[in-house]
C-alpha cells in the first residue's frame, strides 16, 4: 500500500524538538496557527537534558541560563516561575592562572583591582579610550582585545571567558558575532570603556544572574512539549522534504514507528542542527544545503565529578573557573554545580561538571571516561585543594557541540539568509542564528514563528 498522505495548505511543520523548535511550535500553536512537531528521537529538549546520577542532579548540555523578556514571558505562560531558582549574583566567578584561583573581574572596576592582570597591563587597558576605531568589519576576538586592551587582556580575560562560551578559539571567532556590544560601542563611543559606562548608567538595576529550575533545565522543554500535545510528535524521522505539487508548498516523506507516511504543508521550519538542516534542505536547494554544511563546530566533552565535601575543606564557594589556554591544560573549564544552586547534591557531597577539549583540544574525546575523569581530578587538586581522585558520575561527548562563529560568519550569515528567501515557506532557526544561549534561541525562534503568523 502506498503511505497515506495528511495534507493542509495551512499546516506549518517544525522539524527538531529542541528548545528552538519547541518555542518555535508553540508560539505557533498559541497564534492559532495549524502546526506540527516533529522530533526524531525519543525524548524533548535536544542537548537541554537533566539526570540524577546517584546523589548529584547533572545538567548534560547547558548549565543554567540568563532571563531575557521573551524567555521570561515563556516561564510565566507555563506556569514555571514557581521553579525557578536563581544563583546569587554576588558569587565570584574565577580564572586560574599561574598557580592560584583569582576572581574574574566583573566590572570596569574591576579590572583595576584584579590580580589576574600586571600593573603594565592595568595600565595599557587604562589606555583603551584613546585607541583608535577599527576599519575593519569583522576582526577577530583576540585581534580586537590585543588592539583595545593589549596581550593580557585578550590572554588572561577574553581568550577563557570565549574558551568557556564557545569552547572556541579567539583568534578565529568573529568579535561583532560574538560580542556584538561590544563592537557597537567601539562604533558609538569610540571606546569600550564609554560603552561600559553609558551602558550602566541607563541600566543601574542588579546585574542579571544564572537561573534554572527546581528539577533541572529538562523541565523546560518537557512543559512546553506538554502544552503541544498532539502537535508534538516524537520518535518520527523525516527522510526528506521536496517541492509539492498540489495547494501545498513542501512534500514531507516521514516514518514512525516503521510507518511511512506523507505530510503535505505550507510552511516548514528546520529547527535541528545545522548539518542535519543541510540534509533536509537537500531536496529543496543545493546551494542552501552547501551553505549549512560550511559552519563547524567545537567537540566538547562534558565531565561530571563528585567528592564528600571533607575531601575539600577549603572549597570556596562561588560560579566556577575559567581556565586560559596558556595555562596548557585540556579543561576549559568547570562549573561548581552543587555550588550553584540548591538540591544538586546532599549536604555531605560536592558535585562539579568540567568541560574538556574544544577546538584547542579535539583530541580529548579520544580519552577514556576514566582517563578524562583523571585529568579533571588533577586540575582539581590542583585548583581546590581535592584529595585524592573523584568519583566520575559519568561523561556526554559531542564530536560536534558549539556552532563556531568564526571570522566570516557575518557574511556566511548573510548568504545562508539569502539562499533561504529564495525558497518560499522555508524557515531556519537554531542556535547557530541567533546566539547559542537559551534565551537567544527562544527569541530567534519566536520570532520566526511571528513571520510565519503574519503571512
Not at 516523506?253 to 510552511?267: F, K, P, V
Not at 558520575?393 to 571570522?407: D, K, M, W
Not at 533561504?420 to 527569541?443: F, Q
Amino acid at each position: 500500500m502506498p503511505p497515506a498522505v495528511i495534507a493542509s495548505a495551512s499546516l506549518t511543520v517544525v522539524i527538531g524538538g529542541g528548545i528552538s523548535g519547541l518555542a518555535c511550535a508553540y508560539e505557533l500553536k498559541k497564534r492559532g496557527r495549524p502546526v506540527l512537531l516533529l522530533e526524531q528521537s525519543g525524548q524533548w529538549g535536544g542537548v537541554i537534558r537533566t539526570q540524577q546520577v546517584e546523589d548529584c542532579l547533572v545538567e548534560e548540555g547547558p548549565q543554567s541560563f540568563q532571563s531575557s523578556a521573551d524567555l521570561d514571558a515563556l516561564i510565566d505562560e507555563l506556569g514555571l516561575g514557581g521553579d525557578l531558582l536563581r544563583a546569587d549574583p554576588r558569587a565570584p566567578r574565577f580564572i586560574w592562572f599561574c598557580g592560584k584561583l583569582r576572581p574574574a573581574p566583573l566590572g570596569p572596576g574591576a579590572l583595576l583591582a584584579t590580580s589576574v592582570l600586571s600593573w603594565g597591563g592595568k595600565l595599557r587597558l587604562l589606555r583603551e579610550p584613546l585607541v583608535a576605531r577599527s576599519a575593519e568589519r569583522e576582526e577577530s576576538a583576540a585581534a580586537f582585545f590585543r588592539r583595545r586592551f593589549g596581550t593580557e587582556a585578550a590572554e588572561r580575560l577574553a581568550e577563557p571567558f570565549l574558551s568557556g562560551v564557545y569552547a572556541g578559539d579567539a583568534e578565529r571567532l568573529s568579535l561583532p558575532a560574538v560580542f556584538p556590544e561590544l563592537a557597537r560601542w567601539e562604533t558609538e563611543h569610540g571606546s569600550v570603556l564609554k560603552g561600559a559606562f553609558q551602558s550602566r548608567k541607563k541600566s543601574p538595576g542588579p546585574r542579571r544572574t544564572l537561573r534554572t529550575f527546581r528539577g533541572g533545565l529538562e523541565q523546560l522543554p518537557q512543559a512546553l512539549a506538554a502544552r503541544l500535545g498532539e502537535a508534538a510528535r516524537n520518535g518520527t524521522q523525516v527522510h526528506s522534504i521536496s517541492p509539492a505539487t498540489g495547494g501545498a508548498r513542501f512534500r514531507l516523506e516521514i516514518e514512525r514507528t516503521g510507518q511511512r507516511e506523507s505530510l503535505e504543508a505550507a510552511n516548514v521550519v528546520l529547527a535541528t542542527p545545522a548539518w542535519e538542516a543541510a540534509r533536509l534542505a537537500r531536496g529543496l536547494s543545493p546551494r542552501l544545503e552547501a551553505r549549512l554544511e560550511g559552519l563547524t563546530f567545537a567537540p566538547l566533552a562534558v565531565v561530571w565529578v563528585r567528592y564528600a565535601r571533607a575531601k575539600i575543606p577549603q572549597f570556596p564557594s562561588g560560579f566556577g573557573f575559567l581556565v586560559p589556554r596558556t595555562e596548557g591544560e585540556r579543561v576549559l573549564g568547570t562549573v561548581f554545580s552543587s555550588a550553584l544552586f540548591p538540591g544538586r547534591a546532599r549536604e555531605d557531597a560536592l558535585c562539579f561538571t568540567s568541560f574538556v577539549g574544544g577546538v584547542s583540544h579535539p583530541e580529548a574525546l579520544e580519552r577514556s571516561d576514566a582517563e578524562l575523569g583523571q585529568e579533571v581530578s588533577r586540575l582539581l587538586g590542583r585548583t581546590l585543594g581535592a584529595q585524592g581522585d573523584a568519583q566520575v558520575l559519568g561523561v556526554r561527548r559531542y564530536e560536534r557541540s558549539i556552532p563556531q562563529y568564526n571570522v566570516g560568519y557575518l557574511g556566511w550569515r548573510e548568504a545562508l539568509l539569502a539562499e533561504l528567501k529564495a525558497v518560499e515557506g522555508l524557515h531556519l532557526t537554531g542556535n547557530y542564528l541567533g546566539g547559542v544561549a537559551i534565551a537567544s534561541c527562544v527569541e530567534h525562534a519566536m520570532a520566526t514563528a511571528e513571520r510565519i503568523a503574519a503571512n
